[in-house]
């Protein structure tokens, strides 16, 4: 089986669109734009510093706890 190469100049190159960030981007830049610290946003959310910092870092959370993330981001 081969894989198809794309050519260079094929690639669309530029800033990443802001519905492509990532849920580990935009819950930082959500919780920064609230005035919230990692420290504080995991309190409100009754989650350890630890799992809001592993979220941060790009561990995908269970809906429950991205739900619990959200309200406390209100």
Do not use: F, Y
Not at 1 to 18: C, I, T, W, Y
Not at 55 to 69: D, M, S
Request: proline share 5%; charged share 20%.
């Amino acid at each position: 089986q081969q894989v198809a190469m794309v050519p260079p100049e094929s690639v669309v190159q530029g800033r990443r669109r802001p519905l492509h960030a990532t849920l580990a981007e935009r819950l930082q830049k959500a919780r920064q734009n609230v005035g919230l610290s990692a420290r504080k946003l995991s309190a409100a959310a009754g989650l350890s510093v630890s799992a809001c910092s592993n979220i941060e870092r790009g561990n995908t959370p269970a809906i429950e706890i991205t739900e619990r993330l959200a309200q406390a981001l209100r």
